[in-house]
C-alpha cells in the first residue's frame, strides 16, 4: 500500500480545529479527538465512547402530539489524553516560544497518531516532542500514548504532569442546526475522582440517560539516555475537577524523559449493572484493562494493531496509478470508516463518527445506504454488526409507529437509542423511507455474505415490522387508478418536504415489501412477539408491490421526484450568490419548498440502489434533468452524482465529483471539517470508486461491472469479499482483469457477459470498442420513403385544412407521428381535441401503408443490400431503430427482413429521438453493450440519440453535425468503413 500515512509539516493556529478532526483515533468504541496532549492552542479536546450520550426534553414554542420528546447527544467525556510540560519553568506551548519543526501524522498501516515538535523555549531552551497514541483495535475501551520530552542544545530541566481533566464540555448550540448541544446543566455527573501512587481514576455518571462510566490511566516514566539522571515523582493530586499525576528531572542534550500512559474508559447501563456491584463493576474493568495495556507495553500495542490493519488492508487497500492524492485521500476516509463503526451489536456509527459532536453523534439512514455497502463487502463482520444495531432499536421503532397512528415499526431519523429526536419533523419523522434503506442494506448484506451471516428471525421481524409499516402508510387512491400512493413524506431531499408521492419513497417501499415477502416465503410467517403473516395480509403485500404508484411525465420521459415537484418553479440559481449556500442556513424552509431545488440527490440515489427499476436512457435524462438543480449543500450529493456521471458514460464529470467527495475532510471542502468527519461522504468516496469508475452492481444476486476510467487514471486496483471469495478487480484504460484470489467460485458479470472464477482463476476483458453491431435508421438510410411520407401527410392535412409543403416535411423527418403531427398542427396555431388528432394520425399512417404497396427491393439504397450482407457474414448485429411504425412492412416489401436481427420500434420505447430510447433498445434487442455499437442516420435528431446513446455515428448527408464520421450518401458506407470508425 504506497499511501499508508496523512501528515502535515505546518503548524498553524488556523488549521488546528481542522487537524484535531483530521487526526483522531479511536476503534470503533472508543475515540480520542486528534488534539493536542497540551491544552493551550487546542480548539475543543474531544473524548468519546460510541453511543454514550445524555438526554434533555426538547423545548418548544409550540409543541404538538408526536413531536420528538428529548434531545440526545454525545458526550465529550473526561479528556485523559491531557499532558502538561515546562522546560526550565517555560510552560510548552505552540503559540508561545518558537516552533522550529513540526510534523504530525495518521498511520493507516500503524494505526498511530503521532507528532514532533522541536521547539525553543523564551530561554533559548531546545527540545524535541516526540508524542505517538494509539486506540486499540483488540481492546474496545483501552488507548495508550507515548509521550517523549528529549533536550537537545544544552540541560534543561524538566516538569511533567499528566492529567484526566474532568471539566472538559461539550460545545454549545449554534445558529448551525448541524452543531453543538442544547443542555441546560452539566449532563455527566463525576462522582468520583483520584489520584494516587501514579494512577488516575474516576467514576461518573449522565444526568438522564441512565448510563454510567468509569475511566483509569496508568504510568509508566523514565529517563532515557543517561545512566546518572534521577527522575524525581512529584503528588499527585486532584483539584479543580482535575486528577494529576506529575515527575520532574534534569535532562543534559540528547536525554530524554519518556511517559506512557494507558487509558481505559468503560461505560455501562446502570440499572443493567445494579445486580452486579453497580459502577464500581466498571472501575474494575477499567482498572483490569488499563493493567492488561500497561503488561504489554505500547510497542506490542503497536504490533498487534498492526497486525489487527494487516487484515482489514489485504481487502480494503486501493491503487489508483496516477493520482497518489486520490489514493491517500482514500485510505484515510477507509481507515476513518474503520475506525469510527460500532462493532458490539447495540451501537451504530454517528455522522461525524468518533472525532466531534457535529449532529449530535446521531446515526442517520445515511449508515445503511453508504457505509453498510462498504462493510459488507470489505468487513462483513462490520456491517452485521451494524444491522444488528438496527435489530436492537426494534422495540423503541414499534413504539415510533404507534404515536405516528401506524402498524409494524417505524424506525426513527436520527437518533442514538433508538427514540426518535429529530424536533424537525419535516425533514426528520417525515422521512419514512429509512425503513426501506435499512431493509435494502440488510438484503445486501445477506446476499453477499449469506443467510447464515444474519440471526433468520431477526431478519424475518424486521421484515415483518417494516412491511406492515408501509401497509398502513399508504393507501390505494381511486384518483390514482386504485394505484398504492403514499402521502405525505420527505425524501431524501431535505429541501422538499412533506409531498405526496416521492418517488424514491415508493421505489423504495416496493423494495422492502418485495423483501419481506421473500423473507416470509423463506424463513415462514411467524417469529416470537408478532403476529403471524396471514394468507390475506400478504396478497395484500403483494398487491401493492404491483400497484405501486410511481409518478411519471410520459411527455418528457422524466420521474418527477413528487407528484408536484415538476409544477413548482425552478430555484432561481444565476441569482443566487455563493455566500448564500448552503440554502438552509440564509432561506425559510418554506421558499425552499416551494421551489424545484434540491440539496442532494433524491431519484437518482434510487437509480443507483435500484438499478433494474430504470432504463439507461432514463438515468441518463433523469441525472441531466436533476443535476443541475441540485446545490450539493449535502455532503451526501457528490459520489451519488460522481456513480450516475460514470453510469451515462461522463467518466471526466465523474472524476470531478468524486475529488469533492473523497477530499471532502482532507481538503475542508464545505468549511465544516472542525465539527467532525462526513462519514457517509467518506464511504461515497469508496461507493464511487467501486460503484463509480469499476461500474459495480449488486442488484439480485449478480455481480456485475462496467469499468471506465478518467483519462488522469493509468489503472484502478480493488478488492471486494463476496460469497465468501475475494474477488480482485484491475482496471486499466483498455482493459479490465477479474482474478478470484481465493474461495470456491464466483459467478461475475462483465457487462452483459456471465462468467465464472474458481480459486486462481482469472479473466480480462478488453475495454476497446469492438464492432458488434450496427443499428440502422429506416428512412433515408434503407430506403427513401420520405416522400412517401410527404404525399400521406400532405393528403391529410388538405383534408383538415391545415398548410403543409416540404419545408414543414424537412422538419418532420426522424420524428414520430403524434410528435409530427403536434408539429403541423403548431405551424397552422391550431389546437384538436385528442380523438380528433388520433383520427388524423390513423388516416396519415393507413394512406401512407397504401403507398408502401409500391415499393420493391429496387427501392433499396445504393451499398445498402451489401453492407448489410457483408456484416452479416461478420457475424455482426444489425438491428433497425426506426421511429417508424411500420418498419416490419417495409423490411417486408424490400425483401431485407433476414438481413436483420431485430426491429426497435418506437413503440417500446418512452422517448423517440432526439432521446437516445430506440437506439439503446435496439443494441438491447442484439445483445450488445451499447458501445460496441455504430447507428447510422440521416437525421440530425437521430444523429443526436446515437451521440446521447454513448454510441458511435456515422451521418449521412453533409448538412449533418455531431457526427463520428459523415458520408454524403449510402453508397459510401462499408463493412471497412465501420470497422476503421470503431477501431
Not at 454514550?52 to 489524553?81: C, R
Not at 514532533?116 to 516526540?130: K, L, N, T
Not at 446515526?363 to 444491522?387: H, M, Q, R, S
Request: hydrophobic share 40%.
Amino acid at each position: 500500500m504506497k499511501q499508508r500515512v496523512f501528515s502535515t509539516n505546518v503548524y498553524s493556529p488556523e488549521a488546528v480545529a481542522r487537524n484535531e478532526t483530521l487526526f483522531t483515533t479511536a476503534n470503533g468504541n472508543f475515540g480520542l479527538r486528534g488534539d493536542f496532549e497540551e491544552k493551550k492552542g487546542c480548539r475543543h479536546k474531544g473524548t468519546y465512547i460510541n453511543g454514550f450520550f445524555d438526554s434533555e426534553p426538547i423545548v418548544y414554542g409550540e409543541s404538538a402530539y408526536g413531536y420528538a420528546q428529548n434531545h440526545q447527544t454525545i458526550l465529550n467525556l473526561p479528556d485523559p489524553k491531557r499532558i502538561e510540560f515546562s522546560v526550565n519553568g517555560n510552560p510548552f506551548s505552540l503559540n508561545e516560544g518558537t516552533v522550529q519543526s513540526f510534523v504530525q501524522s495518521l498511520d493507516f498501516v500503524r494505526g498511530v497518531m503521532s507528532r514532533r515538535v522541536e521547539w525553543q523555549a523564551p530561554d533559548g531552551s531546545e527540545v524535541r516532542v516526540d508524542a505517538s497514541r494509539i486506540v486499540p483495535f483488540a481492546y474496545s475501551s483501552g488507548a495508550a500514548i507515548e509521550f517523549c520530552v528529549t533536550a537537545l542544545n544544552k540541560p534543561v530541566r524538566i516538569g511533567l504532569l499528566s492529567s484526566i481533566d474532568t471539566t472538559v464540555h461539550n460545545l454549545g448550540a449554534e445558529d448551525d442546526p448541524r452543531v453543538g448541544s442544547k443542555f441546560s446543566s452539566r449532563p455527566l455527573i463525576i462522582e468520583d475522582l483520584t489520584s494516587a501512587n501514579g494512577s488516575i481514576r474516576f467514576t461518573a455518571s449522565t444526568r438522564n440517560s441512565g448510563l454510567a462510566l468509569a475511566g483509569v490511566a496508568l504510568h509508566d516514566c523514565s529517563v532515557r539516555g543517561s545512566e546518572t539522571a534521577s527522575l524525581l515523582s512529584g503528588e499527585s493530586r486532584t483539584a479543580g475537577g482535575i486528577g494529576t499525576v506529575s515527575w520532574e528531572c534534569v535532562l543534559d542534550s540528547g536525554e530524554s524523559i519518556l511517559l506512557r500512559k494507558y487509558i481505559s474508559y468503560e461505560s455501562g447501563v446502570k440499572k443493567d449493572l445494579a445486580n452486579e456491584g453497580g459502577i464500581r463493576t466498571l472501575a474494575e474493568r477499567a482498572g483490569k484493562t488499563a493493567e492488561t495495556l500497561c503488561s504489554s507495553g505500547f510497542d506490542v500495542l503497536v504490533a498487534e494493531q498492526e497486525q489487527f490493519l494487516e487484515s482489514f488492508w489485504n481487502i480494503a487497500s486501493i491503487c489508483v496509478e496516477g493520482d497518489d492524492e486520490c489514493e491517500m485521500a482514500l485510505h484515510f476516509n477507509l481507515f476513518h470508516l474503520l475506525q469510527s463503526a460500532g462493532r458490539n451489536g447495540t451501537t451504530s456509527i454517528a455522522a461525524k463518527g468518533l472525532t466531534a459532536e457535529g449532529y449530535e453523534g446521531h446515526y442517520f439512514w445515511d449508515t445503511e445506504a453508504y457505509v453498510c455497502p462498504v462493510f459488507t463487502y470489505l468487513e462483513p463482520e462490520i456491517a452485521g454488526k451494524l444491522l444488528e444495531y438496527r435489530y436492537s432499536i426494534l422495540p423503541a421503532a414499534r413504539r415510533r409507529a404507534e404515536v405516528m397512528s401506524l402498524k409494524g415499526a417505524l424506525y426513527p431519523w436520527r437518533t442514538i437509542d433508538g427514540e426518535e429526536t429529530s424536533a424537525y419533523y419535516p425533514a426528520g419523522t417525515a422521512q419514512y423511507h429509512i425503513d426501506a434503506d435499512i431493509m435494502l442494506a440488510l438484503r445486501k448484506y445477506m446476499t453477499a455474505a449469506g443467510d447464515a451471516a444474519f440471526d433468520s428471525s431477526c431478519a424475518l421481524e424486521m421484515g415483518i415490522e417494516t412491511a406492515r409499516m408501509w401497509m398502513s402508510l399508504g393507501s390505494f387512491i381511486p384518483s390514482k387508478g386504485n394505484k398504492f400512493c403514499i402521502n405525505m413524506v420527505t425524501g431524501p431531499d431535505e429541501y422538499t418536504a412533506c409531498v405526496n408521492n416521492n418517488a424514491y419513497t415508493n421505489f423504495m417501499a416496493r423494495e422492502n415489501l418485495l423483501f419481506s415477502i421473500a423473507l416470509v416465503e423463506r424463513f415462514g410467517r411467524s417469529v416470537h412477539g408478532v403476529a403471524p403473516v396471514t394468507d390475506e395480509e400478504l396478497a395484500r403485500w403483494n398487491h401493492a408491490v404491483r400497484e405501486m404508484y410511481i409518478p411519471f411525465d410520459k411527455n418528457r420521459g422524466l420521474y418527477p421526484q413528487d407528484d408536484s415537484f415538476f409544477d413548482k418553479p425552478v430555484w432561481d440559481f444565476s441569482g443566487t450568490p455563493k455566500e448564500m449556500y448552503p440554502l438552509l442556513l440564509h432561506y425559510h424552509p418554506l421558499v425552499i419548498y416551494r421551489h424545484q431545488v434540491l440539496k442532494q440527490p433524491d431519484l437518482v440515489l434510487a437509480q443507483l440502489l435500484l438499478p433494474d427499476a430504470f432504463t439507461l436512457a432514463e438515468k441518463k435524462r433523469n441525472f441531466l434533468y436533476y443535476e443541475k438543480l441540485t446545490t450539493g449543500d449535502s455532503s451526501l450529493s457528490h459520489c451519488i452524482q460522481s456513480i450516475m456521471a460514470c453510469e451515462t458514460g461522463d467518466a471526466e464529470k465523474g472524476l470531478a465529483y468524486f475529488e469533492k467527495t473523497a477530499r471532502m475532510d482532507i481538503a475542508d471542502m464545505h468549511g465544516n471539517t472542525c465539527d467532525g468527519i462526513h462519514t457517509a461522504a467518506m464511504a461515497g468516496s469508496w461507493m464511487s470508486i467501486v460503484y463509480g469508475f469499476a461500474g459495480f452492481r449488486d442488484y439480485g444476486g449478480k455481480w456485475k461491472f462496467n469499468p471506465c476510467l478518467p483519462k488522469k487514471w493509468e489503472s484502478l486496483s480493488f478488492s471486494l469479499l463476496i460469497e465468501g471469495c475475494i474477488l480482485d478487480v484491475s482496471v486499466r484504460q483498455d482493459s479490465v482483469r477479474y482474478a478470484l484470489r481465493s474461495g470456491n467460485k464466483l459467478s461475475v458479470w462483465h457487462r452483459n457477459s456471465e462468467f465464472v472464477l474458481h480459486s486462481g482463476d482469472a479473466k480480462v476483458f478488453s475495454l476497446k470498442r469492438e464492432l458488434r453491431a450496427v443499428l440502422f435508421d429506416l428512412d433515408g438510410v434503407i430506403t427513401d420513403t420520405a416522400e412517401l411520407h410527404y404525399r400521406a401527410w400532405k393528403h391529410v392535412s388538405d383534408l383538415a385544412g391545415l398548410r403543409f409543403d416540404r419545408s414543414i416535411n424537412e422538419r418532420l423527418r426522424g420524428v414520430s407521428r403524434a410528435e409530427s403531427l403536434e408539429i403541423i398542427l403548431a405551424i397552422n396555431a391550431k389546437k384538436l381535441a385528442p380523438d380528433e388528432k388520433q383520427r388524423i394520425i390513423d388516416t396519415k399512417n393507413a394512406h401512407y401503408v397504401d403507398l408502401l404497396a409500391g415499393l420493391s427491393e429496387k427501392d433499396i439504397l445504393p451499398g445498402i443490400r451489401e453492407v448489410l450482407v457483408a456484416l452479416r457474414n461478420k457475424g455482426i448485429k444489425t438491428v433497425l431503430a426506426s421511429a417508424s411504425r411500420n418498419a416490419g412492412t417495409v423490411c417486408e416489401r424490400l425483401g431485407i427482413v433476414d438481413l436483420f436481427d431485430g426491429i426497435a420500434n418506437i413503440d417500446v420505447v418512452q422517448m423517440s429521438k432526439p432521446e437516445p430510447d430506440i437506439f439503446l433498445e435496439a443494441a438491447r434487442i442484439a445483445g450488445v453493450w451499447h458501445t460496441d455499437c455504430i447507428g447510422v442516420e440521416d437525421a440530425q435528431a437521430g444523429l443526436d440519440a446515437i451521440r446521447a446513446a454513448g454510441m458511435k455515428s456515422v451521418g449521412i448527408g453533409t448538412s449533418l453535425s455531431g457526427a463520428d464520421c459523415t458520408i454524403s450518401s449510402t453508397a459510401e458506407l462499408t463493412f471497412e468503413l465501420l470497422e476503421r470508425l470503431m477501431n
